[in-house]
C-alpha cells in the first residue's frame, strides 16, 4: 500500500541522499550514486509513456473524462452542470449505481451510454455497438466497442477494490491481474479509464501497462486525484485514476476538475486518435 504514496517516498528519499552528500563527505559519493537511482526510479514511468505517446495521430479528437464520484446519497446537480460546461465525449464514472437519483438529468447529456451495472458507467456522444460486463469480488468492468465516425474504438470502465484492508489489497491485485490478461489481448485501439485504486508506479499497474503497450501523458509529477479530505489534508493525495491508451493515439492537455463533493476529482484528457 506504500505505492499510493511512492512518489512523496521517493521525492523524500532524494533530498535525504543530497542532504548527506552536501553534509558527510565520507559518504558523498554513495549518496550521490543512490541519489541518481532513486531518480531514475522516480522519472521512468514518465520517460516509457513519452516514447510511447508521442504519435503521430491524426485522427478524430476526443474529450474523455474519468471520475469517481462516491457513493453517497448528496445532490449531484453541481456535476451535471461541470459535465454539461466540459462538453466531453466519453466520459466513465465509478461508483454508480442503478438506483442513482437523477440519472435522467445525467443520460440526457449524452445520448450512449452501457446498460448500468454495480460500480461502473460509461456514457459515449458515439454509438455503443457492443457492451460486455465482467464482475470480479463484487467490483465490475465494462468493455464497450464504440463507433467513433466510422471506427472501432474499445473503452474499458475500470474499478478495483478499494484497499483498506489487507485482503481488499488482494482483490485489488486480482482485478488488476485479469485487466493486464484482457488487454495483452486487445488487437484494436483501445481507451482504459478508471479508478485503478494503483499509482503508477504499483507493480500490478505496470502489468497493466506493459501488457497492453498502453501509455498515458507524460507527466513528472501525475495529477493527484485521490485526495486525503476525509482526513482533514485535502492538499495531499494519490495519482490513482488514469487514462490509458495503446497504438500511436496521443493524449495532452491532462488535468483534475474541481471538488464536486467526492474524495475524488475528475480527471480530464484529450484523446486524438491515429490515423
Known amino acids: 500500500m506504500g505505492y499510493l504514496f511512492w512518489d512523496y517516498m521517493l521525492v523524500a528519499s532524494m533530498v535525504v541522499l543530497l542532504a548527506l552528500a552536501a553534509l558527510f563527505r565520507k559518504v558523498r559519493i554513495a549518496a550521490l550514486l543512490a541519489a541518481v537511482v532513486v531518480c531514475a526510479e522516480f522519472l521512468s514511468p514518465t520517460l516509457v ?14 474529450k474523455v473524462i474519468s471520475y469517481n464520484w462516491l457513493l ?34 445525467l443520460f440526457s447529456l ?22 460486455t460486463n465482467k464482475s470480479l469480488d463484487w467490483n465490475s468492468m465494462v468493455r464497450a466497442e464504440i463507433n467513433v465516425k466510422n471506427r ?46 494503483a499509482t503508477r508506479w504499483d507493480p500490478g499497474f505496470r502489468a497493466i501497462v506493459a501488457a497492453g503497450e498502453l501509455h498515458e501523458e507524460p507527466a513528472l509529477l501525475a495529477p493527484l486525484t485521490r485526495m486525503a479530505v476525509r482526513k482533514g489534508v485535502p492538499f495531499i493525495g494519490a495519482p490513482i485514476d488514469h487514462l490509458l491508451t495503446n497504438g500511436s493515439n496521443i493524449f495532452s492537455d491532462c488535468h483534475t476538475g474541481p471538488n464536486l463533493g467526492s474524495d475524488h476529482k475528475p480527471l480530464v484528457c484529450i484523446l486524438q486518435l491515429s490515423r
Open 72 to 105: 453517497d446519497e448528496r445532490d449531484r446537480s453541481d456535476i451535471y452542470a461541470w459535465l454539461k460546461h466540459e462538453d466531453p465525449d466519453i466520459v466513465a464514472i465509478q461508483e454508480f449505481t442503478e438506483q442513482e437519483k437523477g440519472t435522467t438529468a
Open 49 to 62: 509513456n513519452w516514447d510511447r505517446n508521442a504519435g503521430p495521430a491524426t485522427g478524430p479528437v476526443l
Open 152 to 197: 472501432l474504438l474499445v473503452v474499458w470502465g475500470i474499478h478495483p477494490a478499494t484497499l483498506k484492508e489487507p485482503q481488499e489489497l488482494k482483490a485489488r491485485d486480482h482485478y488488476l491481474s485479469d485487466i493486464a490478461y484482457y488487454a495483452a489481448r486487445e488487437t484494436e485501439p483501445v481507451l482504459m479509464l478508471g479508478d485503478f485504486n
Open 110 to 131: 449524452f445520448p450512449y451510454h452501457t446498460t448500468p451495472v454495480p460500480d461502473v458507467l460509461i456514457l459515449s456522444k458515439y454509438p455503443i455497438i457492443k457492451q
